[in-house]
C-alpha cells in the first residue's frame, strides 16, 4: 500500500517488424503477488503506437485507482510523460513547439487520461539488457507481431 493504494507493478513493452508493419505488445500487471500478462497486435503499425498501446492496455486491466510503478522500456513513452512533453502537446491541440503535429494523439490522449485516474510513476528500463519482466513482455510483443507476418 502507498498512500492508502495499492501498489500494482506494469511492464511494458512493443515490438514491430519493420517500421511501419506488423507490431505486437505486451504487459504484465503484478499486484499483492499475482501477475497477469496480456498481450495483442496490429497488422500494419509502428514501434512507437506499440510502446503506448501496452501501457494504455495495462491501465485499462486496473478495475480501481492505484499507486502504478509503469516500466518501460521506450524512452519516447518515458520521456513524453516524465518531461511534460505529452501534456504540453495536449495543451497546444496536439501540436510540438515546432508547431508540427504531435505523432499518435489519440493514443497519448487515451494515455493521459487514463493516467489521471490513478497515481503513478514512471521508470524507464534498458530494454534487451536482461530485465526479467521486460524480456518477457518483449516475448509477448513478438509473439503477437509474428502473428500477423505473411
Not at 33 to 44: I, N, Q, W, Y
Not at 55 to 64: F, P
Request: hydrophobic share 35%.
Amino acid at each position: 500500500m502507498e498512500n492508502g493504494l495499492d501498489v500494482v507493478e506494469l511492464f511494458t513493452d512493443g515490438a514491430c517488424s519493420g517500421n511501419p508493419g506488423p507490431g505486437g505488445w505486451g504487459a504484465i500487471l503484478r499486484c499483492r503477488g499475482r501477475e497477469k500478462e496480456l498481450s495483442g497486435g496490429d497488422r500494419e503499425t509502428t514501434n512507437n503506437r506499440m510502446e503506448l498501446t501496452a501501457v494504455i492496455e495495462g491501465l485499462k486491466a486496473l478495475k480501481k485507482r492505484c499507486h502504478v510503478k509503469i516500466y518501460t522500456d521506450s524512452q519516447y513513452v518515458a520521456n513524453a510523460i516524465t518531461k511534460g512533453w505529452a501534456a504540453s502537446w495536449r495543451r497546444n491541440g496536439w501540436r510540438k513547439a515546432d508547431k508540427k503535429p504531435a505523432l499518435n494523439a489519440e493514443l497519448w490522449e487515451e494515455l493521459l487520461k487514463r493516467l489521471e485516474t490513478q497515481e503513478y510513476e514512471i521508470i524507464w528500463v534498458k530494454g534487451h539488457a536482461g530485465h526479467p519482466e521486460n524480456e518477457r513482455c518483449d516475448q509477448l510483443a513478438v509473439a503477437q507481431a509474428q502473428k500477423y507476418k505473411e
